[in-house]
């Protein structure tokens, strides 16, 4: 039997956390995983309806992952990446050819795996830069790449502090903006109904012409914002995509949470018919989050120009038997019991049923998303927003009245575990294994919680 109460007083003392300062640390700890669910330490199950971080895709501990990462344990423990191994050769075949083979057009060349979805933006980053021979990457307000000293310096949300003893102060990472990255506006939203040019993709058009094409190495997005929680409209991408060819400079698409099927399609920008990246990022559903895991996707042009040449590049991880088990692994269950496709039937289901609350609650001001992820947008009785920082939080002081953390604690108490990040947004990503009984269980809660948020704000 764990010993809960010394667990906490050790992971007190010694862990360094994330986001919560320790005067309001809450331990929260988690016992065992099985399926949709998780298990805490006091014995409550939570139905987990956001996958952890939009990330543990195929439910906790799934089968078809861990008997593939069990057979390579009894075979494998470290190979570097100046050795192949069988799951590494196997993975980037999946990848590749059975994924990417038949998309139109064929674009993709060679990948890399990694171990953090931050890593394959730093990869693609360089990578970028190398073939270019250019150092500016313009970068979305409200993206988020990860947190490391390079991709934490991309636009959004950036490492930042608030101390401890000034509660309503941000402190910034120093050295922002980095020279090499430049925001450009995020995406419009999916509501937008003029018939011009997005404005969001005007305004980016400027400052492509300002900062001068021959500058620019890449332009780095999302094809949905996770973090931020933003589905941008459907003439986005495509817009990007054309300004890349337009002015000669790649298009790196960071589909580290969208990608392999979470949005539907395989990949986020395959919503978009004929359009195609240059460089992809990829990482948690490659393998439903089962190993710490990033991948990197480079176009057949790319590929050459690196495999042509001698990169000196790698980290310990690269390639890793274990992780790239746990991707064919990943991968093999999906097109095997063809959860693509039940995404769409059951993100259809979860749509039908956001819309109803959206009608319901004053306090919902918008829902967007595919598949199976969605952003519920939370708005005060005249429409604007609750927070009204809004996505362009720094996350300062008191928290506990944010619509997301009301909804958090509601749904906690209902037994469901869905939230969000920026103060106004619920993030909906519940796994691919969902059944149509669970989305109703969660979003009976979710009614509730809403509810409770309509007589605070509305
Ligand atoms: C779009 C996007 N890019 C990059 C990252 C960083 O990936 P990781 O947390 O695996 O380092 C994340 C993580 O949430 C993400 O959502």
Known sequence: MTDWSQIETWDRSYYLHNTQAKSEHQFAAVDRQDGNYIVLADGTRLLDFQSQLISDSLGHRNPGVYDEIRRAMDRYGHVFFGMANEYRARAAKLVIEDILGSSSPHWAGRMRVLASGTEAVENAITMARLFTGRQVVLTQSHSFHGLTVGATMLRGYRNNVTPADSPDAVRDVPGFPTAGYIPVPAPERQDWSGNDILPSLAATEAMIRAVG?????????????????LPAHKDYLPGIFELSR???????????????????????????????????????????????????????????????????????????????????????????ENLLSQVRSRGAYLKDKLDDLASRHPCVGHVGGHGLFYAVDMVKGDGTPIIAEDRWT??????????????????AKR??????FV???????????????EIDTALAAFDEALTVVDNTYC
């Open 246 to 336: 337009k002015y000669g400079f790649l298009w790196i698409d960071d589909e580290v949470l969208c990608g392999f099927g979470r949005l539907g399609e395989w990949f986020g920008y395959q919503l978009s018919p004929g359009i195609h990246p240059d460089i992809m990022a990829v990482g948690k559903s490659i393998n439903g989050s089962s190993m710490p895991v990033g991948a990197v996707i480079a176009s057949t042009e790319i590929s050459e120009f690196i495999e042509g040449a001698r990169w000196w590049s790698g980290s310990t991880w690269d390639g890793h038997p274990i992780v790239c088990a746990s991707i064919v692994g990943a991968l093999e269950t999906m097109l095997r």
């Open 213 to 229: 094409p021959e500058n620019i190495a890449a332009i780095i997005t999302e094809p949905m914002l996770g973090a931020g929680g």
């Open 415 to 420: 037994g469901i575990f869905l939230g969000g």
């Open 394 to 411: 720094g996350f300062t002081g008191d928290l506990s009245q944010h619509p997301n953390n009301i909804v958090a604690g509601e749904c």
């Open 423 to 437: 103060p106004n947004t619920i993030k909906v990503g519940p796994p691919f294994t969902i059944t149509e009984e």
